[in-house]
């Protein structure tokens, strides 16, 4: 005879988490991905979707976004991995809203401001990763040299760190309200590293153009400098 | 209103999944012990098992911050 399903202690045990889980990283199987007429439906939109396997049974993820992160996905995620999906981000678009008869033929349209999801999908070690890199930006007692030899890609993020750390020395009087806005900074960069958006890149001035013939040429490049 | 049509997903059943090469010894040998139980019994724990296994993954990868 079956045994009475145990429910209980194990539903719902770490709530907060549960919430983060469901809106912030959703990790899961990659079933199966494809562009299709949002929900299924012949009379929506095209859309793209993202199926997983989770620990809570199948999800469906919606977005046209969906398609353009696969594709440009770092790990490049295959049908059968391990992979989170995250909204990174919104942004602004106009959609097109089509009312229907019973029939389904549209009678009318007009146009709404919408927003669309951003969407990072990548192999779940990307985000280990990123979460490790998140809290050495975060971390204050970091050593930039040393943080900067053993992550170059993070060169960027301490660079920042620094010039924000300079603005504030100049700027701003009050010591604690330095503290504030350093943490600030330092939170909104952690978090979009943590989040997977793309690391930001040192960009080199570009050196003003001269007809002058005798224009000295530009300084060889230090050691410090990256390359492209 | 049309219905909903999905395109094919991966099939997993118990006999694909046993005949799967990159399937793991783990997973095959935890499917056959757990044909052996009741199916009630079995899947409820396997739900159990799928959820302690998500959080212990976002413990062993520190995912738990929040972004």
Redo the contacts between chains.
């Keep these: 005879m079956?045994?009475q399903?145990?429910n209980g202690p194990?539903s719902e045990r770490?709530p907060d988490?549960a919430r983060?889980?469901g809106e912030?990283?959703l990790?899961g199987r990659l079933?199966?991905h494809?562009r299709?007429n949002y929900?299924?439906?012949?009379?929506e939109d095209a859309s793209y979707y993202v199926?997983l396997?989770?620990?809570?049974g199948p999800r469906t993820l919606w977005g046209k976004d969906l398609e353009r992160a696969l594709t440009e996905a770092e790990t490049q995620p295959r049908?059968?991995d391990l992979v989170?999906a995250?909204r990174a981000a919104r942004e602004a678009v106009t959609v097109t809203v089509k009312e229907r008869d019973v029939e389904?033929r549209v009678v009318s349209q007009r146009e709404r401001h919408a927003h669309r999801s951003l969407w990072v999908v990548e192999k779940?070690?990307f985000?280990?990763e990123r979460?490790?890199l998140?809290?050495r930006v975060r971390d204050e007692q970091v050593d930039v040299r040393e943080a900067v030899r053993a992550h170059p890609e993070l060169r960027s993020a301490f660079l920042s760190v620094r010039a924000a750390e300079e603005f504030a020395a100049r700027k701003i009087q009050n010591p604690g309200d330095r503290a504030r806005f350093m943490e600030l900074i330092k939170g909104a960069m952690a978090?979009s590293i943590?989040?997977g958006e793309p690391l930001p890149t040192v960009r080199l001035k570009t050196p003003a153009k001269t007809s002058s013939p005798t224009a000295k040429p530009p300084p060889e490049k230090s050691q410090d400098e990256p390359t492209r | 209103m049309n219905r909903p049509v999905e395109g094919e997903d991966e099939v997993l059943d118990i006999g694909t999944v046993l005949a799967d090469p990159s399937a793991s010894h783990w997973l095959k040998q935890s499917i056959e012990s757990a044909l052996q139980r009741d199916p009630v019994d079995a899947l409820n724990d396997a739900l159990v098992l799928a959820a302690v296994l998500d959080g212990h993954l976002r413990d062993a990868l520190d995912l738990n911050d929040s972004a």
Excluded: C, H, M, W
């Design positions: 079956a045994q399903p145990r194990y770490r988490l983060r889980r912030e990283l990790i079933i199966s494809g299709a929900q299924f439906r012949s009379d199926k396997l989770t620990s809570r049908t059968g989170g995250r389904g779940v070690g985000f280990a979460a490790r998140a809290r978090g943590q989040n």
